[in-house]
């Protein structure tokens, strides 16, 4: 396969400026547009370009609404086919021969890809991470985003699983976890109801939520069989959802 010859547009929105979001790049190059949009990542775009193919445009604020932006994205492309990229994922490479079959087949209106985390440098086997499919190959003319935090992409057509797999770097340490599980339950919180319910039911969900949260992951998914990875991701996403329902409280004064 000759190198950009998949008639597909990437789209990657980016904060970072680390070793992730240049594996994301290059995991890209196949497809004929790579699109990036840039929240103030602090990347030296003048070298990357000297290196990779790609279009950027800036946006000098902080992401609020990622089903806006992403909505806001994919009208840039312009190719009909879309496939969008976090920024500390990459597409394995023997992906591209499958992305390529589904564009040209034109089958489907949106495909599911597989996203295997990668946590202190091992896969998680297991867990709510352990098994996830995300819909990212899109036809844009058929798909749009809801919600502003943990967006989802809608497609009005037939969909399906592919063999697309995606490589998932999230968190390089506890430290940079907690804080990105910090941002994003400040943003979830803005937009749930929590804030709104009596004070007495918010108290229950604050109390049981972050309790059965563990022991979904931890026990009810086999998180235990991932070792202290999985005890970490664990206790993690628990307080994940302390922190949605303290930050809703918050939002009460």
Do not use: C
Not at 77 to 89: G, Q
Not at 92 to 99: L, T
């Amino acid at each position: 396969m000759k190198t950009s010859s998949v008639p597909v547009s990437v789209i990657i929105l980016t904060h970072r400026s680390d070793e992730r979001f240049v594996r994301a790049l290059a995991s890209a190059q196949p497809a004929k547009e790579v699109l990036i949009v840039d929240f103030n990542s602090n990347n030296d775009w003048h070298q990357l370009q000297k290196q990779f193919h790609f279009k950027y445009t800036n946006q000098p604020t902080q992401i609020r609404n990622f089903s806006t932006e992403r909505n806001r994205a994919l009208q840039r492309a312009h190719h009909e086919w879309v496939f969008f990229l976090d920024s500390d994922e990459v597409i394995r490479g023997d992906s591209w021969g499958e992305i390529e079959h589904i564009i040209r087949s034109s089958e489907f209106d949106g495909v599911y890809v597989r996203r295997r985390d990668l946590f202190h440098g091992k896969m998680l086997r297991h867990g709510e991470t352990g098994s996830t499919w995300v819909l990212r190959l899109m036809k844009k003319s058929a798909s749009q985003f809801t919600r502003p935090v943990h967006e989802i992409a809608q497609v009005k057509g037939k969909t399906a699983r592919s063999k697309i797999v995606l490589l998932h770097n999230a968190h390089l340490s506890l430290t940079e976890f907690l804080t990105d599980i910090t941002q994003y339950a400040k943003l979830e919180a803005e937009y749930q109801t929590d804030a709104k319910l009596p004070l007495s039911l918010l108290g229950v969900k604050t109390v049981l939520y972050p309790k059965l949260k563990f022991l979904v992951n931890y026990f009810l998914k086999l998180g235990f069989l991932d070792g202290w990875r999985g005890v970490a991701y664990a206790v993690m996403m628990s307080l994940h959802s302390l922190f949605v329902r303290v930050f809703a409280y918050e939002n009460r004064q």
